[in-house]
């Protein structure tokens, strides 16, 4: 979680909730973004366009369409979510 350079799609990690789930019964997925540190945005990987991902600007306008919970730690962050 603490290296984005190893990240596999480099500007963002994919998660699932340990516990929480959706109305389908799916853990709730949430990603990591780079540059966002501690924050988890409630996103899919699907949610984004190619065009959401040309540029830094564009993709940080893209995740002001998510809700974010912020976190203290990244030792916080894996209690709750585990890398999808």
């Known amino acids: 979680m ?3 350079e190893r990240w ?3 500007v963002m990690l994919a998660l699932c909730h340990r516990t929480r789930v959706d109305g389908y019964h ?4 949430g990603i ?3 540059g966002h540190r501690t924050t988890v945005f409630y996103a899919n990987v ?4 190619r065009d959401d991902l040309r540029t830094r600007d564009a993709f940080n306008a893209a ?6 919970v912020p976190y203290l730690s990244f030792e916080a962050i894996a ?6």
């Open 32 to 34: 990591l973004a780079v």
């Open 79 to 84: 209690k709750d979510w585990r890398v999808d």
């Open 2 to 4: 603490q290296t984005p």
């Open 8 to 10: 596999p799609l480099r």
């Open 63 to 68: 995740l002001k369409r998510f809700d974010s």
């Open 26 to 29: 799916y853990p709730v997925t």
């Open 46 to 49: 699907g949610d984004f366009s």
